[in-house]
């Protein structure tokens, strides 16, 4: 039986490649190999010019790759390698499927660290100069995605929480605004829209639930939904 590497699942933050951790960007450039993510830059990758790289891309509505046989590379890329990185956008532990891969590792007995990121909602609020929470208007956020499991289809709750953040959420905007406006959510909530976070051709736009349900459009890059009292742009604010 060949000797087994140690596996890293690291966060590569939202894209810009000088927002990935310290911790993160030393242990690519150590790499043997690097399964990587369709969000994560071409910049991003030239921190590890050294390691055999493999796409594992899953990109919402395109064809991907299996996420079971993502789990039995990581497995056969540890029996042949010492360092092996499983590089993902934003956050592992933030809608990056890391539960699936951490059960295939650990069942084939092979050592694993994660290493995190700067997920996007904290990217999008720094980007937008939103605070998430505020003093007496927002105290809570709720994450959610409509991206589920095929078991999970009808799934379809939206957090109870003060400000929301939508990952994923171009292809799914008209229907969430529908569903917030049918348990009771005003027209006039304020909603802030960015695409492409901290990348050169990140898109901000600034509208309402009740504006949100006329859609997005066709996006170009991975979307993020953020709604709520704590979105409403401040007097002097900068768009």
């Given at each position: 039986?060949?000797?087994?590497?140690?596996?890293?699942?690291?966060?590569?933050?939202?894209?810009?490649?000088?927002?990935?951790?310290?911790?993160?960007?030393?242990?690519?450039?150590?790499?043997?190999?690097?399964?990587?993510?369709?969000?994560?830059?071409?910049?991003?990758?030239?921190?590890?010019?050294?390691?055999?790289?493999?796409?594992?891309?899953?990109?919402?509505?395109?064809?991907?790759?299996?996420?079971?046989?993502?789990?039995?590379?990581?497995?056969?890329?540890?029996?042949?390698?010492?360092?092996?990185?499983?590089?993902?956008?934003g956050d592992p532990m933030m809608f990056g499927r890391a539960d699936e891969e951490l059960r295939a590792l650990e069942e084939a007995g092979i050592e694993v660290d994660i290493v995190p990121g700067i997920t996007t909602a904290l990217a999008a609020a720094a980007a937008t100069k939103q605070p998430l929470t505020k003093r007496g208007v927002a105290r809570s956020v709720g994450f959610f995605t409509s991206s589920t499991a095929p078991e999970h289809s009808e799934h379809d709750a939206i957090p109870e929480t003060d400000t929301l953040i939508q990952y994923m959420g171009g292809r799914e905007a008209i229907a969430t605004a529908e569903r917030l406006l049918a348990h009771g959510h005003a027209p006039d909530k304020p909603v802030v829209v960015i695409e492409n976070v901290s990348r050169p051709d990140q898109q901000i736009q600034r509208m309402t639930v009740a504006e949100l349900t006329q859609g997005l459009g066709t996006p170009h890059g991975p979307v993020l939904v953020m709604i709520g009292e704590a979105m409403r742009a401040r007097a002097q604010q900068q768009p």
């Open positions: 039986m060949p000797a087994l590497g140690k596996v890293y699942l690291i966060g590569a933050g939202p894209g810009a490649q000088d927002l990935i951790t310290l911790r993160g960007a030393r242990l690519l450039a150590q790499a043997d190999i690097v399964l990587h993510d369709a969000l994560v830059t071409s910049e991003m990758l030239e921190l590890c010019p050294q390691a055999e790289k493999i796409s594992v891309g899953k990109r919402s509505g395109q064809r991907s790759v299996a996420q079971q046989v993502i789990n039995q590379q990581l497995v056969d890329c540890a029996g042949r390698a010492r360092l092996v990185v499983r590089l993902k956008g």
